[in-house]
């Protein structure tokens, strides 16, 4: 645990940050809404945790226990250390005979001595990394879902049990030099809000060899970057080729492979670097019919690969435009935006069979080990695609201008609007009524959204915005808007600072917070 922060520039700055924080629009309490579980019970019972610096208690671990079992294992003994001075034995399910005779036991992971317990965990429930830590006896079980949970109820009992917080790579604080501590009654369960949280520029998971900086990502439950719940799509077909799961239109159909074959496959705007696709085959039915068949054809390459059982979270992919205005303006993507509406309208229709053909695919007899009921394929609604193929009928509602603009069940839109919010101004602040109604409008076409912000100060990262009233005000209505709605900020944290300040985003404390920490 260290302290290499410069207290100068972080005061600085915080009182910086305060003071762009006046004059905002308050956040109404009403406002504030939580969908996720937070449930920290923990009370105490008569017995000893550790007891004039002793303990009883081990750690097991299930027997062949997965990579993430096996850090969770290695963060609670290392942050039990920190706190107690006591190094905890490890053992695994099948060093026991008989497991019923099991006692005093700290039990990580889908352990056979959960299974035997009697403690009954609703994984859906915890949907991707919920938190589940219970007491029986005198054994504690800390298990989560899809492993990552299982990682973060280590987190959440160090919280409980000793005061633990994380703050930036180097800087956690936890009680030091405990010599009694209480075995509680635990009966947590806590699920986060946001479901599918990522960052997009890897400060969280920098990849060092330094134990704290490697571990860091997992600590603030942000352990992947951008796309890490994607699955990839292939540039060629073979598998070893490069994969990509984001602004990836030129691998599923790669300009060099395609073009001298398939020239009204691609944008009569493209000249150079990632070439966008038309969709609509320059009005030439029979081309737009094999552009729709080739990515339909590349989707269903992916899905061979990433089975359901070994990949179970990969519900998702994405057909995303490449990062340019290169859009194509030939006369029918002209005439069939127009008609729309918006240059989105076609690309809609084309995604649209896109989905048809790969949910046919899924349903045939054969492909039955690769069938997904709540399989997704989601593309960009950015750039020139940002406006959504909608209009306000006679009573102000946002209905689609055509019902085949209206996205199939198995399609989804990822939302990323970069010019027409006020990031530091409430969702529903007046000044973001033209985003608002963007939200609407594709609220109108999708029942599946994805939305990527842009939160971050681009012009000078060390002068954060203050977002807070942004991030209340979003969480209050996407949860009032459609269910299957994820966030993925775009939040880049170049400095200790700027991890700082996410963390208190994250954990939703004041500034106060890290002067009474001793943080400054």
Known sequence: MKKNVSKLVILSMVCSFLFVSCGKEPIEESEL???????????????????????????????????????????????????????????????????????????????????????????????????????????IFLCGARDSGTIYSVYDFMQVTFNYSQYTPDYFEIDKDVKDVKLLNYNVKNIPDIDLRANGFDYHNPGSSNYDYSHFGYRMRMEKGRGYHFMPVYRLYDYSSQSVTSTNTNTYVPYDVWSVEHPKWFSNKCSSGKYQLCYTGHGDVEERAALVAEVAKKIEFSLMHFTPDLYPELNVITFTMEDNFNTCECEECQRQSEKYGAQSGPLNVFVNDVGALVEEWMNQPENEPYKRDDFHIIYFAYNAYDPAPAKQDANGNWVPTYP??????????????INIIDYQKSLFHPDNQQGKDAFDAWEAISDFMYYWTYETNFSYYLYPYDSFSFNNSKKVYFNNLIPSISILNKCITTSHLNALICSLVKHKNSVATLVLTGML
């Open 404 to 417: 085949e603009v209206k996205l199939r069940s198995n399609v989804g839109v990822y939302f990323a609007e």
């Open 33 to 139: 809404l939580f969908v996720g579980v937070h449930d920290f019970t923990a009370t105490p019972t008569s017995n000893y945790l550790v007891k004039d610096g002793v303990t009883d208690y081990k750690i097991i671990i299930p027997d062949g226990a997965t990579a993430k079992e096996r850090t969770a294992r290695e963060e609670f003994s290392y942050f039990f250390k920190e706190a107690t001075n006591i190094e905890l034995p490890v053992f695994e399910d099948d060093d026991f005979e008989d497991l019923s005779t099991v006692d005093h036991y700290i039990s990580i992971g889908e352990t056979q001595m959960l299974k035997d317990s009697g403690i009954e965990i609703d994984y859906n429930e915890l949907k991707t990394d919920g938190v589940r830590i219970v007491t029986v006896g005198n054994n």
